[in-house]
């Protein structure tokens, strides 16, 4: 899968259920350690928040995701919002919501209703956008087979990130993850060529 779908910005929302505030954020994050951070930055920030809880997936082969109910009943607030990202297709995202509790318990259907709500109205409030997977490589050839190297390069339209022209080249390529593997065996035919 050469594409998936992410958020472009970080967006925020609020939803008022029974006198209860629930401020949902979205971020568009490419590692655990951000996802940590963004956490820890929330709980310095809303420290007087009843919860901070939260869902997150990072990654498009083997995703990661994890989520919490921080203190709520267990699968009635990470659950929602984890559902919520999956419904929509979404990848590399991390949404929070923190809630302040309004005096009126919801109960666990009301809870679920209420974090998937937060959810879904953040999700709405961001811009969707389409990444590509891009995966890079670095060969190492010959000068001479430098018009053989180039010829698949433009071909399939692969990008040089980073050039090294002596009598031995090496070039980082990068290109969607599909021509990548679609291409090494067509270099590993030049003869000296290798895929570091």
């Known amino acids: 899968m050469d594409n998936y779908k992410t958020i472009a910005a970080p967006a925020e929302?609020?939803?008022?259920?029974?006198?209860?505030?629930?401020?949902?954020?979205s971020f568009s994050i490419s590692t655990e350690d951000e996802a940590e951070k963004i956490l820890k930055d929330f709980?310095?920030?809303f420290y007087d928040a009843r919860h901070i809880c939260y869902g997150y997936v990072i990654g498009v082969e083997n995703p990661i995701?994890?989520?919490?109910?921080?203190?709520?009943?267990?699968?009635?607030?990470?659950?929602?919002?984890?559902?919520?990202?999956?419904?929509?297709g979404l990848t590399n995202i991390m949404i929070v919501v923190v809630?302040?509790?309004?005096?009126?318990?919801?109960?666990?259907?009301g809870?679920?209703?209420?974090?998937?709500?937060?959810?879904v109205s953040v999700i709405n409030a961001s811009e969707i956008i389409t990444k590509t997977c891009e995966l890079s490589a670095v060969i190492s050839f010959d000068y001479a087979a430098m018009n053989s190297v180039m010829k698949i390069i433009k071909q399939f339209g692969i990008k040089v990130i980073n050039n090294q022209t002596?009598?031995?080249?090496?070039?980082?390529?990068?290109?969607p993850k599909s021509v990548?593997?679609?291409?090494?065996?067509?270099?590993?035919?030049?003869?000296g060529l290798k895929i570091l």
């Open 65 to 88: 995701s994890k989520s919490s109910d921080n203190g709520e009943p267990s699968g009635t607030a990470g659950r929602p919002i984890m559902g919520a990202i999956l419904s929509a």
């Open 99 to 109: 809630r302040y509790f309004g005096g009126i318990l919801l109960g666990t259907p």
């Open 111 to 119: 809870l679920i209703a209420a974090y998937k709500e937060g959810a």
């Open 43 to 45: 709980r310095k920030r």
């Open 13 to 25: 929302t609020k939803t008022v259920i029974k006198k209860s505030t629930f401020y949902a954020f």
């Open 166 to 175: 002596d009598m031995r080249c090496t070039l980082t390529i990068s290109a």
């Open 180 to 191: 990548v593997e679609n291409t090494l065996p067509a270099f590993s035919k030049i003869q």
